[in-house]
């Protein structure tokens, strides 16, 4: 065994304490600039802490629903866009009517089009959207806006997913399986993509005709639409369940589902996905947006038509606001005008959290991402809890605006 004497004399230990002498004797006015280090630009442009945009060009598909495409607004500090993965999105942070509110929107273009300058956000109107209302009928080339980094974690991962994805879109949930798409024809991700796309008629399917000329440039992409209220050739009809899935699906490789829609589509898919037997890591869900009508759960115990008092300390002020039964925390600060974190706001990114000081809440259990942590000191996501009786929150102040 070496002495200590020896180690002293250990190369690494000369390293050790030359690198503690020249700290020492340094002057105070040598300090290292961190942000020279190349790794430190790099991480600066691959996770910014905002995106200044602005318009560049608006595609209109119906009056409902709009493709935005923006570009970087070097003249607000940002030069170059953040790469991405396939399948993620965008936090938007907007002003309305005097009130900052925060949206996330799957990105539709391809993670290679950011190096084009471009990235593509399409957006359907949600009907008593604050947001989508907003940007579809405002928003308009040159306008600026503020987006985060990309977020979220609907994105192919060889060592989880199967190499084929079985898709199944509905809506406004294609806009995450374009980009897949595209990304597949360039190179970028190294999998197969046989998508379910459902609409109520073959005009709803916005990209058809480009997901068309995808399908019949590459064969690893195939699309299928099914279509709910019309019977048209070359297409299925009815709902996606487990027999349309087992038909189109590998019949002697694995495969992982992917899903992005409304929640009543996941309601159902999940019930028919549940009888093929897959692992679970073979089944991913898109983050769905906001959770409406909690009285619709079996388990939901409160009263709908109860109104109550929500006490929001931030950063040491307090404000006391109404919240009714059926709005979550989240809608009901933003509605009063505060303004509190918020990302995919369906409960998954733990982005909003905040600390339940008193009162209950009611959480529904298929969107409670919550940690046990969370859960054992009082953490609640705002963005999915719904009063019970008056609360008082302790909020972290928002990050975007």
């Given at each position: 065994?070496?002495?200590?004497?020896?180690?002293?004399?250990?190369?690494?230990?000369?390293?050790?304490?030359?690198?503690?002498?020249?700290?020492?004797?340094?002057?105070?006015?040598?300090?290292?600039?961190?942000?020279?280090?190349?790794?430190?630009?790099?991480?600066?442009?691959?996770?910014?802490?905002?995106?200044?945009?602005?318009?560049?060009?608006?595609?209109?598909?119906?009056?409902?629903?709009?493709?935005?495409?923006?570009?970087?607004?070097?003249?607000?500090?940002?030069?170059?866009?953040?790469?991405?993965?396939?399948?993620?999105?965008?936090?938007?942070?907007?002003?309305?009517?005097?009130?900052?509110?925060?949206?996330?929107?799957?990105?539709?273009?391809?993670?290679?089009?950011?190096?084009?300058?471009?990235?593509?956000?399409?957006?359907?109107?949600?009907?008593?959207?604050?947001?989508?209302?907003?940007?579809?009928?405002?928003?308009?080339?040159?306008?600026?806006?503020?987006?985060?980094?990309?977020?979220?974690?609907?994105?192919?991962?060889?060592?989880?997913?199967?190499?084929?994805?079985?898709?199944?879109?509905?809506?406004?949930?294609?806009?995450?399986?374009?980009?897949?798409?595209?990304?597949?024809?360039?190179?970028?991700?190294?999998?197969?993509?046989?998508?379910?796309?459902?609409?109520?008629?073959?005009?709803?399917?916005?990209?058809?005709?480009?997901?068309?000329?995808?399908?019949?440039?590459?064969?690893?992409?195939?699309?299928?639409?099914?279509?709910?209220?019309?019977?048209?050739?070359?297409?299925?009809?009815?709902?996606?369940?487990?027999?349309?899935?087992?038909?189109?699906?590998?019949?002697?490789?694995?495969?992982?589902?992917?899903?992005?829609?409304?929640?009543?589509?996941?309601?159902?898919?999940?019930?028919?996905?549940?009888?093929l037997g897959l692992k679970r890591k073979y089944v991913r869900h898109e983050l769905f947006g906001e959770y409406f009508h909690p009285e619709k759960n079996a388990d939901y115990s409160g009263d709908i038509g109860a109104a109550y008092k929500l006490r929001v300390r931030i950063a040491g002020k307090e404000q006391t606001i109404d919240c009714a039964a059926d709005t979550s925390l989240l809608r009901a600060m933003e509605q009063a005008g505060i303004n509190a974190p918020s990302d995919c706001r369906s409960g998954r990114c733990g982005w909003c959290h905040a600390q339940l000081l008193s009162g209950e809440v009611y959480i529904p259990a298929s969107v409670d991402g919550r940690r046990a942590a969370d859960k054992e000191f009082g953490y609640i996501h705002p963005c999915c809890a719904f009063?019970?009786?008056?609360?008082?929150?302790?909020?972290?102040?928002?990050?975007?605006?």
């Amino acid at each position: 065994m070496k002495t200590i004497e020896n180690l002293k004399n250990t190369e690494i230990v000369k390293m050790l304490l030359g690198r503690a002498g020249a700290v020492k004797n340094a002057p105070a006015t040598a300090v290292a600039q961190l942000d020279t280090y190349p790794a430190n630009h790099m991480a600066a442009q691959l996770h910014p802490h905002a995106q200044f945009l602005k318009v560049k060009e608006i595609i209109t598909h119906s009056a409902d629903f709009k493709s935005f495409i923006f570009e970087p607004n070097a003249a607000k500090g940002t030069k170059h866009l953040a790469w991405f993965s396939a399948g993620q999105y965008l936090v938007i942070a907007i002003n309305v009517g005097g009130k900052l509110y925060c949206r996330p929107y799957s990105i539709a273009s391809s993670p290679r089009d950011t190096l084009a300058g471009e990235i593509r956000l399409s957006i359907k109107r949600v009907e008593g959207g604050i947001v989508s209302g907003y940007l579809l009928d405002n928003l308009k080339a040159g306008d600026e806006i503020i987006a985060s980094a990309p977020l979220g974690t609907f994105t192919y991962e060889p060592l989880r997913d199967a190499k084929h994805i079985v898709g199944i879109a509905g809506g406004s949930g294609i806009t995450p399986f374009r980009s897949l798409a595209k990304a597949i024809c360039e190179g970028d991700e190294d999998c197969s993509l046989t998508l379910l796309y459902g609409s109520r008629t073959m005009k709803d399917a916005v990209f058809a005709e480009e997901f068309a000329q995808m399908a019949a440039e590459n064969e690893r992409i195939q699309i299928v639409h099914v279509l709910s209220e019309e019977k048209k050739k070359g297409c299925e009809s009815g709902l996606i369940d487990a027999a349309l899935i087992q038909k189109y699906a590998p019949a002697d490789a694995p495969y992982s589902i992917f899903l992005c829609g409304p929640q009543a589509m996941y309601d159902f898919a999940d019930k028919e996905i549940a009888t093929l037997g897959l692992k679970r890591k073979y089944v991913r869900h898109e983050l769905f947006g906001e959770y409406f009508h909690p009285e619709k759960n079996a388990d939901y115990s409160g009263d709908i038509g109860a109104a109550y008092k929500l006490r929001v300390r931030i950063a040491g002020k307090e404000q006391t606001i109404d919240c009714a039964a059926d709005t979550s925390l989240l809608r009901a600060m933003e509605q009063a005008g505060i303004n509190a974190p918020s990302d995919c706001r369906s409960g998954r990114c733990g982005w909003c959290h905040a600390q339940l000081l008193s009162g209950e809440v009611y959480i529904p259990a298929s969107v409670d991402g919550r940690r046990a942590a969370d859960k054992e000191f009082g953490y609640i996501h705002p963005c999915c809890a719904f009063p019970l009786s008056d609360i008082v929150l302790d909020v972290p102040p928002v990050l975007y605006g």
